[in-house]
């Protein structure tokens, strides 16, 4: 049994995250921070967590979190880097949900977040918590930052295929859409329900900040090193509250199996599901579960893969896969408090 804490406890990763750890039997969760609802009951304020969770919000200074072994930081960019340091030497281990470690070269971090970062001797030490690249790495690691949300789809869209030599590593196409609730907890115009209902947009067309998140990661790969990555990477809002759907688009430079490629690739990983061939996948068909699910196409059999991938952003690609990655940081069973199956209708 370890003990966890949570700061940043009142957003959709957050409560997401609360959900989840509520299911796994070796977690107490002995804090749960917010400064606004410091004092109040967490069960009043999600209902939802009514008769799982007797705790109230505390306040970040306040809380007891140097007490716990593991604290996961579901807060917005540039908190976690602040309190990391002080944590980490008090022998807790970290899993950051926000981009503060995600990225190495720390000049292309500051100028995608528009503030320095405070903590750089920390960057190095950081894991980059995608299990199905780094699984080894996280299980040692102190400190991991959780991927971002479509960075999660489109990595593994693209794993098997940036490890090989079959497609043009150098003109990779990455269409990705997701609802609502991937912008967080808070009061914008463009997410009001009149703005984003009956409407479907494209966004930061001209750069995303997970643009280079996707990149540098890739680039790290082992087998990868000398080889030019070029992606195109394009986000969109659709009026749902939570999935995502990456089409990634390679053209192919010599022919093989990919079906079998993918399935060799993943055939050992819990959370990856490589469908039939031809198979269209859905959002719905993971929503509320820490799956991502793959399918290939090769429309007309012309020279472009078509690679589909849909996951939960809340999950796989944010608290589920944060749980995961605390399940290998502790020698937990990795798929443990991961298990549920997607909610449908």
């Known amino acids: 049994m370890i003990k966890v804490g949570v700061v940043g406890g009142t957003g959709y990763t957050g409560v997401e995250l609360l959900r989840l750890l509520a299911g796994h039997p070796d977690v107490e969760v002995a804090a749960i921070t917010s400064r606004a609802e410091a004092g109040v009951k967490v069960a009043d304020h999600f209902p939802s967590l009514r008769g799982h969770y007797d705790l109230a919000f505390s306040d970040p200074a306040t809380a007891p979190l140097k007490g716990c072994d593991c604290v996961f930081f579901a ?52 894991v980059y918590g995608l299990p199905e690249a780094n699984r080894e790495r996280i299980r040692k690691a102190r400190l991991v930052a959780n991927p971002g949300c479509y960075a999660t789809a489109v990595q593994l869209a693209l794993l098997p295929l940036v490890e090989t030599d079959h497609v043009d590593h150098a003109h990779l196409i990455a269409d990705s859409k997701s609802g609502v609730s991937g912008a967080g907890r808070k009061a914008e115009v463009e997410l009001l329900y009149a703005e984003a ?123 589920g896969q944060a749980v995961q990655n605390m399940n290998l940081m502790f020698g937990f069973p990795e798929s443990r408090a991961l298990g549920q199956i997607a909610v449908v209708p």
Not at 86 to 101: C, E, Q, Y
Not at 252 to 257: K, R, V
Not at 265 to 273: C, G, I, Q, S, T
């Open 75 to 126: 807060t917005p960019n540039g908190v976690a880097m602040g309190q990391a340091r002080a944590l980490l030497d008090s022998g807790a281990r970290i899993v950051d949900f926000s981009a503060d470690f995600r990225l190495k070269d720390i000049a292309t971090w500051e100028k995608w977040y528009k503030v320095k970062h405070v903590s750089p001797e920390l960057v190095a030490e950081a």
């Open 197 to 319: 209902a009956d409407n479907f947009k494209a966004y930061a067309v001209k750069g995303h900040r997970h643009h280079p998140e996707i990149v540098e990661s890739l680039a790290s790969l082992e087998g990868t090193s000398g080889r030019k990555l070029g992606l195109t990477f394009v986000p969109h809002l659709v009026p749902m509250v939570r999935g995502i759907l990456a089409t990634v688009y390679a053209r192919i430079t010599s022919d093989t199996d990919f079906q079998a490629l993918f399935e060799k690739r993943y055939a050992k990983e819990p959370f990856v599901d490589v469908l039939p061939p031809g198979t269209q996948p859905e959002t719905r068909w993971v929503r509320g579960t820490n799956q991502c699910r793959i399918a290939l196409h090769r429309p007309l059999d012309a020279q472009t893969l078509v690679v589909l991938a849909v996951e939960d952003n809340l999950v796989k690609g944010a608290a």
